[in-house]
């Protein structure tokens, strides 16, 4: 046991983790560090020996204790403009990730195999990017995640994941639709329900981006998107 309050550089180090909802691995904790891989394992590696994460040497994973996470996420909210960086990053990453996913997706066979596992390890992060775009709805990052998302979520070949997808409108109107952010609840745990409604709007006018809600029941990791409008047209639509 040891005092947290006299470790300034293991409390520097858990506060961007804690905006993990769960498992993560060695490159999305540089990524949110802003850090060379190596220096990145160094760095959790310390955290390893104080016991406050966890290592799953099968998975290659690693994960807060749940009272760390909890404890840490709500000591970001002292440092508003940090924890913001650190969720751009995250962000960042993420998308990332889903434009890799998407690139497999168009592979081989064993390529295919490889994005669609991708796609449920990291079901859980990503679903967490929509929570913190909220407040960023309608900036670069906030477009850049969604349109990516909704190609990969809607490729073909990643549609075995995907039970439902029961609407695709194609909306013609000149003026941008908007497409709204509400809530959407989730426990963090599960892989789930990572978009219930995406709009892919390519009219002349830009408009804000908004997430409808989404609810699950936390036991199937899949049932990414729900419905999705393209909107191509000159006429405006609610």
């Known amino acids: 046991a040891f005092d947290l309050s006299e470790e300034s550089n293991l409390k520097e180090n858990l506060l961007p983790l804690s905006l993990f ?5 060695g490159c999305a904790a540089a990524a949110i560090y802003e850090k060379e891989y190596e220096n990145a394992e160094d760095t959790l590696g310390e955290l390893l020996e104080h016991s406050l994460v966890e290592f799953d040497t099968k998975t290659g994973l690693y994960q807060l204790h749940d ?16 924890r913001k960086i650190w969720i751009e990053r995250y962000i960042r990453h993420f998308t990332s990730i889903l434009t890799q996913i998407n690139k497999m997706l168009n592979g081989d066979e064993q390529s295919v195999i490889k994005a669609r596992d991708t ?21 670069d990052i906030d477009i850049n995640f969604t349109q990516i998302l909704s190609v990969c ?33 989730f426990d ?19 408009t804000p981006i ?16 729900s419905s999705v409008a393209v909107n191509n047209s000159p006429q405006t639509t609610p």
């Not at 909802?21 to 691995?25: I, L, S, Y």
């Not at 909890?70 to 970001?76: A, D, G, I, K, S």
């Not at 390890?121 to 775009?133: A, D, P, Q, V």
């Not at 908004?210 to 998107?225: K, N, Q």
């Open 188 to 206: 963090g745990t599960h892989p789930s329900t990572l978009v219930s409604s995406v709009a892919v709007n390519n009219s002349p006018q830009t």
């Open 67 to 82: 009272l760390v996470r909890l404890y840490f996420r709500n000591e970001t909210l002292k440092f508003p403009e940090k």
């Open 21 to 25: 909802p769960g498992n993560f691995d």
């Open 153 to 185: 979520t809607l490729h073909p070949k990643a549609t075995p994941l995907l039970p439902a997808i029961p609407s695709v409108a194609v909306i013609n109107s000149p003026q941008t639709t908007p497409i709204h952010h509400a809530s959407s609840s």
């Open 210 to 225: 908004h997430h409808a809600s989404s609810s699950f029941d936390g036991t199937h990791p899949s049932t990414l998107v």
């Open 119 to 139: 796609l449920l390890k990291e079901s859980s992060n990503i679903r967490y990017c929509k929570e913190y775009l909220k407040p960023l709805s309608g900036t």
